[in-house]
């Protein structure tokens, strides 16, 4: 028996094609490239979510609203088709004999809204949304001072995998480098050293 601990965005799904949706959605409604990207870098540290991205450009509230609305319609229809496809066989497929759990970060409300709209917090019902700023290596501690089954962390994000890594846990660390998406472009001097590198859940079988 294991412990399969996932991250959520660019580990099971498409955040990336979200972003350009979004993005796209906002240079519409005529606000500037360059300045839609620069508000988001300053939302990102607190917890990115559309609306606190819609407050840094000063939008006015009907504008606001609009968007808002567009946004959640966009995210409801294209959601469930944003989940890598080899998500669901590889959760089924441990769904009796391992323990599996979603580690994800960032705005509460926001990472609901999208595990709700991709329908994948029916296949794994266990999610655990931490700070912005919290420890992934420090949930991951808990979850073995709680439960010592052996657990298997797949990330795309080498910031938390190295403080992983750098812990001491008995954790197997695998990093996901979807293509396309935003942590795949570079490579890292741990990849394959201390972690294994996929593209997909299904090299994990």
């Known amino acids: 028996m294991r412990h399969y601990v996932y991250d959520f965005d660019s580990t099971l799904y498409a955040t990336q094609a979200v972003w350009e949706m979004w993005s796209e959605m906002l240079v519409g409604a005529g606000l500037d490239a360059a300045s839609v990207f620069a508000s988001y870098q300053e939302v990102l540290p ?34 469930p088709s944003l989940l890598f496809d080899d998500v669901a066989p590889f959760v089924e497929s441990r769904r009796d004999a391992h323990r599996q759990t979603i580690l994800t970060q960032g705005d509460r409300d926001h990472q609901w809204e999208k595990m709700r709209a991709s329908g994948i917090d029916l296949l794994v019902p266990r999610v655990v949304v ?30 938390h995998l190295v403080a992983v890594h750098q812990s001491g846990l008995p954790v197997t660390i695998v990093r996901m480098m979807r293509p396309g998406e935003t942590l795949a472009i570079a490579p890292h001097e741990l990849d394959g050293v201390a972690w294994k590198v996929v593209a997909s859940l299904r090299e994990l079988d």
């Open 130 to 159: 931490t700070e912005p700023s919290g420890s992934k290596a420090e949930r991951l501690a808990a979850m073995l001072a709680e439960d010592p089954t052996p657990i298997t962390f797949v990330d795309d994000n080498p910031h």
């Open 46 to 79: 607190r917890g990115y979510s559309p609306r606190k991205h819609i407050d840094a450009l000063g939008l006015d509230d009907a504008l606001r609203d609009c968007l808002i609305v567009r946004f959640g319609a966009m995210l409801t229809d294209r959601s």
